[in-house]
């Protein structure tokens, strides 16, 4: 039998040998062991192989999504060519995070795998509070619209429940429907401005905000921030004192969003990393 060289690509060598299997994900688990060297017999088979191209283009683009997120364990295994667990971090952390409702979580949320069980219970008991929990998971995966139904379901049923006007004042904000979250939630801060530890009235100035109503929105924001540290908060109100011109304050709140997250805790960090990266090109532009 013809002996084969190490250096030889392994599509090249599992041809020779008469097997089938294309050997991308064969040719990294040999790098990543050291069987192959990187030469530019490797190499080679790199630029020639368009799924392998591929594969290394979509490990470079976790690699800077992680180091972006500070998730620095999992960038180190992205780093050293580990391709499935690129595949894991993909499905794990970087499509967990819905971009429509990222940074604007609700207090205390967290990732419910309850749909099928509340989907069950609205078949059979058809209750207000099933329907607005279902409308929390949707809006926290990012799928406003059932959030929608299932919250304006819960007020048929419950027209009075603050929690499920202030949670369908938000959904419609994310929408991009201001006008219409306006009344939700103008009085729900009305009837608590303290509602669900200030999160309701940083949904009424981020509204008042998409309506061109600056002033209104600032005097929100003040009140949130006098009350809370929020990053949330303290970077859309330097947003704001930005384009008014007041550069000195809107410094002043980028600041402290900064140095707040020096010291964070971690799960805190995760949960602010949005605004922090805003806070951080903010600075840039002051």
């Known amino acids: 039998m013809k002996k ?36 530019f017999e490797s190499l080679r088979f790199l630029l020639h192989s368009p799924i392998a191209l591929v594969l290394t283009l979509f490990q470079i683009w976790m690699l800077v999504d992680a ?5 620095w364990i999992w960038a180190v295994f992205i780093a050293i060519g580990w391709i499935v667990t690129t595949f894991i971090y993909f499905f794990l952390v970087y499509r967990a995070a819905p971009s429509a409702t990222q940074g604007f979580e609700f207090p205390g949320a967290h990732d419910r795998r ?17 329907h607005y929990q279902l409308g929390d998971i949707y809006f926290q995966k990012g ?5 929608e139904k299932c919250y304006r379901a819960a007020l048929e049923r419950e027209p009075n429940d603050i929690n499920t006007r202030a949670h369908l004042g938000q959904c419609l904000l994310r929408l991009n429907r201001p006008a219409e979250a306006r009344p939700l939630l103008n009085a729900v801060v009305e009837e608590n401005p303290k509602h669900e ?16 109503e600056t002033d209104a929105s600032i005097d929100l924001w003040k009140q949130v921030t006098a009350a809370h540290s929020y990053a949330r908060a ?15 304050l809107a410094a002043t709140e980028v600041k402290e969003v900064l140095d707040d997250d020096l010291y964070a805790p971690v799960f805190q960090r995760k949960r602010d990393r949005v605004w922090v990266r805003r806070a951080k090109s903010l600075r840039r532009k002051i």
Do not use: N, W
């Not at 303290?234 to 000195?248: C, H, I, S, T």
């Open 143 to 147: 799928k406003l619209s059932e959030a």
């Open 114 to 130: 309850r749909i099928k069980e509340l989907q069950a219970q609205i078949h059979h008991l058809d209750k207000a509070h099933h």
């Open 234 to 248: 303290k970077v859309q109100l330097a947003e704001l004192y930005f384009a008014k011109g007041q550069r000195d």
């Open 197 to 212: 530890y200030g999160y309701s009235m940083m949904a009424l100035a981020e509204t008042l905000s998409a309506l061109k």
């Open 4 to 39: 084969i060289s190490v250096l030889t690509p392994p599509l090249v060598r599992q041809q020779k040998c008469g097997v089938a299997f294309p050997g991308v994900l064969h040719f990294f688990a040999l790098t990543m062991f050291g069987d192959i060297p990187l030469s």
């Open 67 to 71: 180091i972006r997120r500070r998730e």
